[in-house]
């Protein structure tokens, strides 16, 4: 049967990755995260001091060095779950704190950053059988993606799950930072000029704010078994 390409897209912590990851197992797809490829060229930035605090970014020499910016996945053998790796060294923990959250929307509204993300993304989804997560995927990326997503839930949910999640890491974060770091992240990410976050016209809308995990598995779930069958 011919493999498909399945795009998600939608707001700052809705639970896209965890429900991609899912869907992607449950059917045999492989599954890319494409805002841990904007994370990890925010890292880069940090480590080389190409970014400042306040998000200034030297963006001439951050373009000069994007040739050796080299993002992938490799997956890990306990977690079953592809890790991040910069460079050659896995990253998949150093970007994942707020600090690499507060940065990554000015790091990911530059044209030539977006450029190169989205060649990488479109060279991994070539023979189909992906399901990837973001904000551009059913639009810029794969705009002939067979199934689109778009997926959202109210502010104050989507902070206490991120709040929920940082915790569990042993991390000590504030609700209202994570909730003010949400809405920022959206109005970048929302108003940016190189591909912004919008739903595309063909996608299918997910609020998720009263779902459980497992409702909102089967209704993917359906619509990936309503797609194949046409
Ligand atoms: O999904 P995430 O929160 O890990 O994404 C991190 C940031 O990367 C997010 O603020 C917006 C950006 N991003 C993007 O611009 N385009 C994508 N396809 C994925 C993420």
Redesign the pocket.
């Known amino acids: 049967m011919k493999k498909i390409t399945i795009a998600i897209d939608g707001h700052?912590?809705c639970g896209?990755?965890t429900m991609a990851k899912d869907l992607a197992r449950e059917i045999g797809y492989i599954y890319v995260d494409?805002?841990?490829m904007?994370?990890a060229c925010t890292l880069y930035a940090m480590q080389h001091e190409l970014i400042s605090a306040d998000g200034t970014v030297r963006t001439a020499e951050l373009e000069a060095q994007m040739p050796q910016v080299e993002v992938s996945f490799s997956l890990n053998p306990t977690s079953g779950q592809p890790d991040t790796y910069l460079n050659g060294e896995c990253v998949e923990a150093a970007i994942r704190t707020m600090e690499v959250s507060n940065l990554?929307?000015h790091v990911?509204a530059l044209p030539f950053v977006r450029e190169a993300m989205t060649r990488l993304q479109q060279q991994m989804g070539e023979a189909g059988g992906i399901v990837m997560d973001?904000?551009?995927?059913g639009t810029a990326v794969f705009p002939h993606a067979e199934l689109k997503f778009f997926v959202t839930a109210s502010d104050e949910i989507r902070a206490q799950r991120r709040f929920d999640e940082l915790k569990a890491k042993g991390q000590q974060p504030d609700f209202d930072a994570v909730l003010r770091n949400l809405r920022e992240?959206d109005h970048i990410?929302s108003t940016r000029a190189v591909n912004p976050l919008r739903q595309a016209d063909d996608a299918l809308v997910l609020d998720n704010s009263h779902m459980t995990k497992d409702e909102q598995r089967e209704w993917l779930l359906e619509r990936f078994k309503e797609r194949i069958a046409r």
Do not use: N, Q, T
């Open positions: 700052s912590s896209k990755s494409s805002g841990a904007y994370r990554v929307s990911a973001g904000r551009d995927i992240r990410d």
